[in-house]
Structure formats: structure tokens, C-alpha cells
């Protein structure tokens, strides 16, 4: 089915946008972003990986995000907006608190200034690609700018709690809202051009250094979001709005009572009614993105944790049965290949690998978790098989430094034996492995490649507070570096 991403052999970096270094409060689209694809070039890498795009909540988890098809507009860069004539120069803030929310407000502003300067400025040309954007993604974007704008005028509360005619998108109150908010609407808009016009920028810059995007695809959806207030048939929900069962994982590596996520569970029957459009219609979106695509928690399309949303804990959730076959089927019938790769971590059962390895998907294997047990493990090299991605950790995972620092002695002993590199250190020998393992597609997180403590780890399952919020800096990385994972990623045959 699938257009495989491990259809040879190459190496890639896991990095997300926001962490990329130089601009204020987190990463964009802007220089940094074309610096690090070049970056990757010189060091012999072929993919950089990144965390899902859409605009987030306070929490800033780009897992439970505003939309599926929106992007993140914190991420358009303001140079570009001066660059393109709507905004005048404008310095990043250098008084006021040194802090992302600080920063966030400042491009807030320069967003708003650059629409007001697009509206008096722009020409017939750029106008026409606002509006050819707009009856493209007409299928999703004008829900979502009017939710975007109802929430504004809510004061940021979650559409459950709005006046129950805008709660329950009663057509009076849609036409009014659209009228009255239509200033905010148009703006919401111009910043989703925006965002798709700079990362078509990016992604051609990338094409032409031989980069390709490797997006994530979260299987569910944030509860308080333009997909669920604009289609809450296709979830298990009361009439309010509330969910009566949530989505989460029982007892796992992260967590002995399990991870409660709180979004609400799919209506798959609903869903299968329809011919799964509204799950196709955001592959799509996402396409249009990336050249790769990970549907992170596939488990979940052969069986998802259903916790009463009442439960305080995973504990109380069962597991229910999915309907992968019948949606995987459709994406072949609408797409034909795809190049998906599984993320088929966690509780993984006999019909988990069934339905990935049915449809040809490449799964995961994380170095992390290779050296509990004995030589079956599947996650050690030796039991690797080549149509599979591995990593040496992912964006949950300690780095691997910290996770080193942290395993009982007598298991670094068996790590330092297994791997047969004592003169390097371990994380770098943990890198050279994933290099060296017969899975066609190595990816490693950015801090890896530079052994990076604990302190640089970018999310801890089942917290909320103190994730997503890394940066890399420049000066960490040293000089030669690119040269020598060239060498690294020549050595294993990952450059072809």
C-alpha cells in the first residue's frame, strides 16, 4: 500500500520547529529553519523529523492542538512578513520579561500589523493567491477561523462553555457570528496563508538540498478544538458537549497507572458511514506538509484504552476494538501509496502487527528500550528487520545520556558489552548503532548527537508542566560535528 520511507537507506534528526535556536521565545519558519536543513545536508542526513505543527494550547503540547489542518501561526516568521512588504521592520522585543509568552505576545502583534499592512499593500497577484488558498482549504478553514474567532471573543474558553446556539453551531447564530467577528475571521485566514506559504518556502528550500519532511500525525484529537466543536457526531460525546469516555494507554514503560489524555474517543462507526472522509481529508492536509507521515499511537486503529471520563486514572479504562482495516483500506483507495510509518509502541498485541504489516507499514525500534531482558528483545539491532525506522530515543524518552545515567550498573555493563565501542562514550555508541542497524531509516534526536544531559529533554509522558519548551543553541554543536556524522552516515551506507 504504502510508498515506503525505508525504501533505502538514510539517516535523518529529530528536531522540532520550536526548538530551532536565534528567534525570540521558540523556533519559526525563518532563517534558523533553512540553516538547520543545510545543516543536515553537510552531516549526511536526508530527513529531519519534527513534532506536529498545529497551533496549541497553553500547555504548548503540540499533541493536543486548536486544529488537525491549521499550522501553528506562533511559528510564521516576522522577517518573512517585512520581507514581503506588509510589515514595517520591527525589532524582536529587548525590554519587558525575557519570557515565550513575552515573545509570543510581540509576534501576536506582528501578525496583526502585518494583516492591516497586507490589506492597504498587497497586489492583485498576492490577493488572488489568498484567495485560490482560501477555496482550497475551504473544507476545513473557515470553521476553523470562525471557532478561532469565537473563542477570541470568549475569552479563550473551550466551546463547551460558549452560549449554547454558538456551542451547538445553530445556523442563526453562525451567520451572526460570521458577520459580527468577520474582521477576526479574515485575519485568522491571512495567518493560515501565512504559515502554508512559508513552509512551501521551507519545503522547497529543503527539496533542493535532498531533505525530506517527516511529519507526525496524532491518532486523537484535543477535546477544545475547531475538528470536534465543527463535527461532534464523529465523537463519543453528550449532548453538551462532554465526553463520556476518554482516551489514554494502561500501565506502560512511562507510567504504572497509565497515561490519561482526556481527548475524546472516535465514533468509528460513524466515521466508517462516511467513508472515513473526515480521517482522509486530514491526511491530505498533512500530505500537502510532509513527504513521511507518523501516525503516532497506531495501536490505536486496532484497539484504543476507553477510560470513563469520570475515572481519575488509566486504571479503569478496557480495551475496544477499532476500525483500522476499513480506514487504511479507504486511505489505498484515495491515496494509493502513502508513506506512513507506525508508530507501534506500548501494548502491542498480535493484531497491532497484523494490521501494520497487512498494509506494508514500517514500524519503530528505540535503542532505549532494547537492553531489559534477553537476546529477543525485539529492540535490539540484531533483531531488527529493514522495512522499520529506529531511534535511539523519541521526544518522549530521557535523552540518552540522561537515560544512562539513570539504569541500574549492571545494565550499562551489558549496554557497554553489547555494543562493543568501550573507547567512545555511550550515547555516542548508542548513535553509532542506530547508524549501523539494517533498519533503512535512522533517526536521531538532535540531542543525542550532541550527549546531551537530562536537562535538554523535551517532554516527560503523563506532566504537564515544563515540556515542549527546549531550545537548541548554536555554540552547542562543535565544530567538525557535521563532518564527522558525514563520515558516520558514509560508513554505514546511509548517504546514497
Not at 465523537?235 to 512511562?254: C, S
Not at 489524555?261 to 473526515?278: A, C, M, S
Request: glycine share 8%; net charge negative.
Amino acid at each position: 500500500m504504502t510508498a515506503d520511507p525505508t525504501e533505502r537507506r538514510r539517516a535523518g534528526v529529530l528536531l522540532h520547529l520550536t526548538s530551532l535556536p536565534d528567534s525570540p521565545g521558540h523556533g519559526d519558519l525563518g532563517a534558523a529553519a533553512r540553516w538547520f536543513v543545510d545543516w543536515l545536508a553537510e552531516a549526511g542526513f536526508s530527513v529531519w523529523q519534527m513534532l506536529p505543527l498545529g497551533p496549541t494550547h497553553e500547555d504548548g503540547s503540540p499533541y493536543q492542538t486548536l486544529s488537525v489542518h491549521a499550522g501553528d501561526p506562533q511559528l510564521v516568521d516576522v522577517e518573512a512578513l517585512v520581507e514581503a512588504g506588509w510589515l514595517d521592520r520591527v525589532s524582536p522585543p529587548s525590554t519587558g520579561p525575557s519570557t515565550p509568552e513575552y515573545a509570543g505576545q510581540w509576534r501576536e502583534e506582528c501578525r496583526r500589523a502585518a494583516f492591516q499592512g497586507f490589506q492597504q499593500r498587497a497586489d492583485e497577484e498576492t490577493r488572488g493567491e489568498l484567495a485560490e488558498f482560501r477555496q482550497k482549504h475551504r473544507g476545513w478553514l473557515e470553521d476553523f477561523a470562525l471557532y478561532s474567532a469565537l473563542r477570541e471573543e470568549q475569552a479563550g474558553a473551550p466551546w463547551w462553555e460558549w452560549p449554547v446556539a454558538e456551542r451547538d453551531r445553530e445556523p442563526a447564530a453562525m451567520e451572526a457570528a460570521a458577520e459580527r467577528l468577520q474582521a477576526t475571521v479574515e485575519r485568522v485566514v491571512f495567518e493560515q496563508f501565512c504559515f502554508f506559504r512559508q513552509w512551501g518556502a521551507l519545503r522547497h528550500h529543503a527539496a533542493e538540498r535532498g531533505i525530506a519532511l517527516f511529519g507526525d500525525m496524532p491518532i486523537f484529537v484535543a477535546l477544545d478544538s475547531a475538528d470536534v466543536w465543527a463535527r461532534r457526531d464523529l465523537f463519543d460525546l453528550d449532548e453538551a458537549g462532554h465526553p463520556r469516555r476518554v482516551a489514554g494507554v494502561p500501565p506502560d514503560y512511562f507510567s504504572e497507572t497509565g497515561q490519561w489524555w482526556g481527548n475524546p474517543l472516535y465514533n468509528w462507526e460513524r466515521l466508517e458511514e462516511e467513508g472515513f472522509d473526515w480521517w482522509l481529508d486530514r491526511l491530505a492536509t498533512q500530505l500537502e506538509l510532509f513527504d513521511f507521515l507518523r501516525i503516532d499511537h497506531f495501536r490505536g486503529l486496532a484497539a484504543y484504552w476507553a477510560i470513563p471520563a469520570e475515572a481519575e486514572t488509566a486504571l479503569e479504562g478496557h480495551w475496544e476494538p477499532a476500525s483500522g482495516h476499513a480506514f487504511l483500506r479507504a486511505v489505498a483507495e484515495r491515496f494509493g501509496d502513502v508513506p506512513l510509518v507506525a508508530e507501534d509502541l506500548g501494548v502491542i498485541t498480535a493484531d497491532v502487527e497484523a494490521l501494520r504489516d497487512d498494509f506494508g507499514l514500517p514500524g519503530m525500534k528505540i535503542l532505549q528500550f532494547a537492553f531489559e531482558g534477553g537476546a529477543a528483545n525485539p529492540y535490539l539491532p540484531h533483531n531488527h528487520r529493514t522495512a522499520s525506522v529506529v531511534y535511539t530515543g523519541t521526544h518522549d524518552n530521557d535523552t540518552t545520556a540522561g537515560w544512562l545515567q539513570e539504569l541500574d550498573p549492571a545494565v550499562v555493563d551489558r549496554v557497554r558489552e553489547y555494543l562493543g565501542h568501550p573507547e567512545e562514550s555511550l550515547p555516542e555508541a548508542l548513535v553509532r548503532s542506530a547508524l549501523a542497524s539494517v533498519a533503512r531509516l535512522a533517526v536521531i534526536p538532535m540531542q543525542d548527537l550532541l550527549g546531551l544531559s537530562s536537562e535538554h529533554r523535551m517532554n516527560v509522558p503523563g506532566t504537564v508542566e515544563g515540556n515542549w519548551k527546549w531550545r537548541l543553541e548554536r555554540d552547542w554543536i562543535p565544530e567538525g560535528r557535521a563532518a564527522d556524522l558525514a563520515r558516520l552516515n558514509a560508513l554505514y551506507g546511509r548517504t546514497g
